[in-house]
């Protein structure tokens, strides 16, 4: 059945052939970049997954941990004593205008509102995945903390060292030199230059 919906597509005709050199060229010479891209995807796919499976043990050990035992709760048979005291002396006159009364309560009164919070300081908080967490999970933060790790082979290194040594406009003073000091030192050592 497949066979005959092909079969009844009509045949594409390619009436013009263009060639770009400059896409042959980028082709060509995008061997070793596309194959350092392919690196860094798996390389980046490897971090990616030790982090997964550092934070699934993370998980596990913090399951496994024992919960906090609860605060003991005063009974709640008998109310608790309360006691009322009023201040009425000079200082609590010019402050306030009038008299200030103090009531006091021994013990552990829970009032409906306090119940609400007790419960939810017990229940866990809800499971919160902000902005940064998603960005840390995803590949393109893995390939960017996998970039500096893609050092260059040694066989391009020593090249670019070359350069660096034989271009007498190079100022640095890192891994080549210009051509001149190279001609200083030689001389230095008696040794004959070109």
Known sequence: MGKREKAAKPAKVVTEATFDMEARRQWLTGFSKRKRERRMKGLAYGALKERQEKLATRAALRSGRPKPAPEPAAPAAAPAPRST?????A?????WGSSVTVTTTLGLDVDSEDEGLAAARD???A?????A???????????????PKMGRSAKSVNRAARKRDANPHYKGAKRGADAKSLVEKAAKKGRKTK
């Open 123 to 125: 229940e866990p908080p």
């Open 133 to 147: 967490q998603v960005w840390a999970n995803s590949l393109d933060a893995m390939k960017k903390k996998v970039a």
């Open 127 to 131: 499971k919160r995945e902000d902005a």
């Open 91 to 95: 200082g609590v006159l010019d402050q």
């Open 85 to 89: 005291v009023e201040y009425a002396d």
